[in-house]
């Protein structure tokens, strides 16, 4: 099974057309993404974001800043937000910003608090002073529910909670988006939206497991697996981007929108392990084959499942690829451009041919 087509909603590429749109986290793999698509379909990007702590990074290897009004800013500092909106004015906010590594947030549990918490109050608190606003949508994760370890889907009634600190402060960001929608923001929709885990080109980040495999492979080495046997939602950053559009597209234009929305594979699919996605990405590489190294220190949780269903019932969204074919195409990307080929191309054509089989 590869892409699904036909089954479900495409995004609305003349609705973002003009658009003034805020995004957060646009130096980022994710964030990088989502602007090279914006772009391609017209709207008119302001990025906020610190610098790309990363070398390679997708930003620069894209030429996103080209494509964008880049500014350079830490949410954590009020004024320095309040001095890269002055004078803008927005349609639409998609924050993406974050401190996104739950073992970084085992290192430094202050400054990912301050990022995923209080840098997300900052800048709703700057928000308010915008007029004309249509839909604001703060992207959290799968992980801000309290996970007992039974393997259970979560829906977004579950409760929130978090045994790290990052699952801890993004599960506190959605309380803090709670109160400002609810205390200032009556006639502007804000919402959550939680991804699964996302996969694709473009991702060199520290303890991620592509970017690892992708670093072992062009090393000649082994990549080392903490756990293995742990499962995650994976989801293609196509597909996961695709929804975080349909949900700010759903709370700008209809009333009844959901304020929360998870996204992630396609409900029934069949749960893909660590080990597995690491061999389908090791021998798409031929790479060598990867070694188990347990972390007794670690707090990660060894089972993860959401359930997006009230994406397809509220949007008519649903994920629409698989494991195998996200991560080949994953690999693919990684392949071309250590070939030579333009990152930003590479982008594209994916994004084409995902528009394309709708």
């Given amino acids: 099974m590869g892409v699904r087509r036909g089954a479900v909603a495409a995004v609305d590429s003349p609705f973002w057309s003009g658009k003034r749109v805020l995004l957060t986290g646009h130096t980022g793999f994710k ?23 990363t070398q390679p990074n997708l930003f620069t290897l894209a030429g996103v800043a080209g494509r964008t009004e880049s500014h350079l800013a830490d949410l954590r500092d009020p004024a320095a937000i309040a001095a890269a909106l002055d004078g803008r004015a927005f349609d639409l906010v998609l924050h993406m910003a974050a401190q996104p590594i739950v073992r970084t947030s085992v290192e430094d549990p202050i400054g990912t608090f301050a990022t995923n918490v209080m840098g997300t109050a900052n800048l709703l608190q700057a928000l308010r002073a915008q007029v004309g606003l249509q839909g604001v949508l ?8 309290a996970n007992h370890e039974t393997g259970r889907a979560f829906a977004e009634g579950d409760n929130l909670g978090g045994k790290d600190p990052y699952s801890a402060s993004k599960a506190a960001a959605e ?5 400002f929608a609810r205390s200032y923001f009556a006639d502007v929709p804000v919402g959550t939206a939680r991804g699964g885990n996302v996969i694709g080109g473009g991702d060199f980040s520290r303890d991620r497991l592509v970017a690892d495999i992708v670093r072992a492979a062009r090393a000649g080495e082994q990549v080392v697996l903490r756990h293995p046997e742990a499962t995650r939602p994976w989801q293609h950053v196509l597909d996961c981007l695709a929804g975080y559009f ?3 597209q759903a709370l700008a234009t209809d009333p009844d929108a959901p304020r929360a929305l998870n996204f992630g594979p396609r409900p029934g699919g069949a749960q893909v392990s660590v080990g597995e996605l690491a061999t389908l990405g090791v021998e798409a590489l ?8 347990p972390d007794p220190r670690s707090l990660e949780a060894q089972t993860l499942a959401i359930d997006a269903s009230l994406a397809r019932r509220a949007l008519g969204f649903e994920s629409r690829l698989d494991a195998p074919r996200a991560v080949a195409l994953t690999m693919d990307w990684y392949r071309r451009q250590a070939a030579g080929e333009d990152a930003h191309r590479l982008c594209l054509e994916e994004i084409e041919g995902y528009e394309s089989a709708s």
């Fill in 246 to 248: 349909a949900h700010l």
């Fill in 31 to 53: 964030g990088s993404w989502a602007a090279i698509w914006l772009a391609r379909m017209g709207a008119r990007v302001t990025g906020l974001s610190l610098a790309p702590d």
């Fill in 138 to 145: 703060v992207i959290t994760s799968d992980k801000v529910y």
């Fill in 175 to 179: 309380i803090v988006v709670q109160s």
């Fill in 286 to 293: 031929d790479g060598q084959p990867w070694r188990h190294e």
